[in-house]
């Protein structure tokens, strides 16, 4: 082996040994980097099919909030998501927690499907992703099926990222009952 082929050979198991010791990078979903645990959520103001017509995240601060991205209204998966939302309300309100939906949907989509599903918890308009792009829950056009759990205080407490419709507020509920109880 020549001494060249031994330097390549070399220098390729220090940079594989090199990888093994590198911190891992920050987590990152299909959308993108998540947030970190622990900080600050990042700040949102959105149009909205209810109230005064615009939602910040600041608005809530002093209840725990959960922040769920959703593709599309009117969509299967979506649909079952929101119905077991808006099923499991009352034990959110009990918990101090608000539910906001977000997703790429217009104002008036918004309203058609609140209307349509008897939702009354808030759904937002992120129609240019910024929202979903900061939570690393956007893909191209439309916002990834991602859950965000905020404190009291505004911190990120909480993601879920494989997120099943069918069972998922049950998920959320016992992660906020497993939070509210370590406070």
């Known amino acids: 082996m020549s001494l060249q082929a031994l330097t390549l050979s070399f220098l390729t198991l220090c940079f594989s040994l090199l990888s093994f010791l590198t911190p891992a990078p920050p987590a990152h979903a299909l959308g993108g980097p998540l947030p970190p645990l622990n900080q600050p959520a ?3 103001t959105l149009p909205t099919n209810t109230g005064d017509g615009t939602i910040a995240l600041k608005d ?4 725990w909030v959960v922040v769920y991205f959703y593709p599309k209204d009117f969509t299967p998966g ?7 939302f808006q099923a499991d309300l ?7 927690t608000q539910i906001l939906g ?6 008036d ?3 058609e499907f609140c209307d349509s599903e008897g939702l009354k918890f808030p759904l937002l308009a992120d129609e240019d992703g910024s929202v979903s792009k900061a939570y690393g829950s956007w893909l191209s056009f439309m916002s990834l099926r991602h859950t965000f759990i905020i404190d009291p205080d505004g911190l990120l407490k909480a993601t879920f ?3 099943r419709p069918a069972i998922h507020s049950t998920e959320v509920l016992a992660k906020l009952d497993e939070l509210q109880g370590s406070n």
């Open 161 to 163: 990222t494989a997120v």
């Open 42 to 44: 990042p700040e949102f």
């Open 60 to 63: 809530y601060r002093g209840k």
């Open 78 to 84: 979506c649909t079952l998501e929101a119905r077991r």
């Open 109 to 111: 989509s918004h309203a």
């Open 102 to 107: 977000i997703s790429a949907d217009s104002v």
């Open 90 to 96: 009352p034990k959110y309100l009990s918990r101090n």
